[in-house]
């Protein structure tokens, strides 16, 4: 092995500390652009192809869902920001599974 200078030594390790400081910011650099890339293309998969959506969505998706009461069986209609109504047949009438109460529920 090769004996440095002290000015020699310091230069090198001043040179391997940048690669590696480089090597670091390179690898996240590289990581934050991949993540970029599976995020768009994850957002083209799934709103270009409208996959997500269901028969109540207009041009954008409705964000509803189906919530059930299993006590009762009732269905209900919920929405993004917090909202709950009662999910109704044609006739007006609340859609219900007809669940039998268990004596588990009191």
Avoid at 92 to 100: D, H, L, P, T, W
Wanted: one cysteine or more.
């Amino acid at each position: 092995m090769a004996d440095f200078t002290p000015g020699e030594y310091k230069a090198l390790e001043r040179f391997v500390g940048r690669g590696v400081h480089r090597g670091i910011l390179s690898f996240f650099c590289n990581l934050c652009l991949w993540i970029l890339v599976i995020v768009f293309i994850d957002y083209l998969l799934f709103n270009w192809f409208d996959w997500r959506k269901d028969s109540t969505d207009g041009e954008y998706r409705s964000g509803m869902e189906i919530r059930i009461d299993y006590l009762t069986g009732c269905e209900y209609l919920a929405t993004g920001g917090g909202g709950l109504t009662p999910r109704l047949r044609d006739d007006g009438s609340q859609i219900c599974a007809g669940f039998q109460k268990k004596e588990s529920y009191k």
